[in-house]
């Protein structure tokens, strides 16, 4: 039985103890289809990066349009590295219909990129940090902040193939960077009683330590419904 949603997982999957991974990536359909045999020749060849090949199949869900869960069926939530691709009108009809989905005292775990923590490692040049969560090697602060807000530029630095040019059509960039008084601020407006930074060493949300990626650079939020 599903008591607990990994919503935008991508590849951050986990099985069993109740979870339900979820995701709407173009990656996400195809795995699904027999399609999949010339992503893995892309692979092969070098054009798609060989970290998807094990691309999981999970449930597809679309969080811009209204979940597809009943009211009050979930005790948690979680959500690492979504909410930031999403533009305000519709993480606002998102995070309401996960207030709607959740259990009363159910809680949401949200990680996104943290506007305070990206600014003080650039300003103080923690290369290391930086290279610990993005694996861009360079020696350029500006390179690893650029990172962070158009997550896809740095990639393609050659020239960039037919299959790149499609990918340019897939929504897949940053669209907000958050600070923790304006996630929360929009949490509380959409129907939560209450939220809190919470780091991973001091969680008890199920499974946080295998699930959480880029605290270094990221917010460690829990809303509870």
């Known amino acids: 039985m599903t008591s607990k949603l990994n919503i935008g997982c991508g590849i951050n999957v986990i099985e069993g103890n ?8 173009s990656l996400a359909k195809l795995r ?17 990066p060989s970290i998807y090949r094990s691309y999981p199949k999970v449930k597809i869900v679309d969080i ?14 979680y959500c690492s590295q979504v909410v930031e691709h999403l533009f305000l009108h519709d993480l606002s009809r998102f995070l309401t219909e996960c207030s709607r ?10 990680l996104t990129p943290d506007l305070n923590k990206v600014i003080k490692l650039y300003l103080n040049s923690e290369l290391d940090k930086f290279e610990a969560n993005d694996h861009l090697k360079t020696k350029c602060a500006a ?11 740095y990639v393609f630095r050659e020239k960039r193939s037919w299959l790149v040019k499609i990918m340019d059509a897939i929504p897949e960039q940053h ?7 304006t996630l929360s601020s929009l949490l509380l407006d ?11 060493k001091t969680s ?11 605290q270094d650079i990221s917010i460690e939020i829990e809303a509870i419904k």
């Open 143 to 153: 390179d690893h902040i650029n990172l962070v807000f158009y997550p896809r530029s």
């Open 64 to 77: 811009r349009r209204p979940l597809p869960f009943p009211n009050s069926s979930v005790d948690f939530i």
């Open 32 to 48: 699904k289809t027999p399609f999949w045999l010339l992503i893995e020749w892309l692979i092969d060849k070098g054009i798609v």
């Open 18 to 25: 109740g979870w339900l991974n979820c995701d709407n990536s």
């Open 190 to 200: 959409c129907g939560f009683k209450s939220v809190n930074e919470v780091p991973t």
């Open 101 to 110: 989905v959740l259990k009363p005292n159910g809680v949401m775990r949200i």
């Open 175 to 181: 669209k907000y960077i958050f600070d923790y008084e």
């Open 204 to 214: 008890i949300f199920p499974d946080a330590d295998k699930l959480d990626k880029y």
